[in-house]
């Protein structure tokens, strides 16, 4: 059985080694130990984001989705 394609391999979540600092609003820390969101934007360019961003990115991400399962008449179109 063929596998389902993953479209989201550029985005993952990672628990920070060490602060790091939001790339979407730099006052925005990232403490050791937190989660944090991980978006590959190019092979050497790697973006990261707070909880607080990543929930926003990732609600933006799942209205986009929507819309396009709603294209093909998916479960979940509106
Ligand atoms: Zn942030």
């Known amino acids: 059985m063929a596998a389902v394609k993953n479209v989201l391999k550029h985005v993952r979540t990672e628990?920070?080694?060490?602060?790091r600092?939001?790339?979407?609003?730099q006052v925005h820390s990232?403490?050791?130990g937190d989660t944090c969101l991980v978006v590959r934007d190019g092979p050497q360019q790697?973006?990261?984001?707070?909880?607080?961003?990543?929930?926003e990115i990732l609600a933006k991400?799942?209205?986009a989705l929507a819309d396009l399962r709603?294209?093909?008449g998916g479960e979940g179109s509106a």
């Open 30 to 32: 990232i403490v050791k």
């Open 61 to 63: 991400a799942a209205e």
């Open 21 to 25: 600092r939001c790339y979407r609003k």
């Open 70 to 72: 709603g294209v093909f």
């Open 15 to 19: 628990v920070a080694g060490r602060k």
């Open 46 to 55: 790697e973006t990261t984001y707070c909880a607080v961003c990543a929930a």
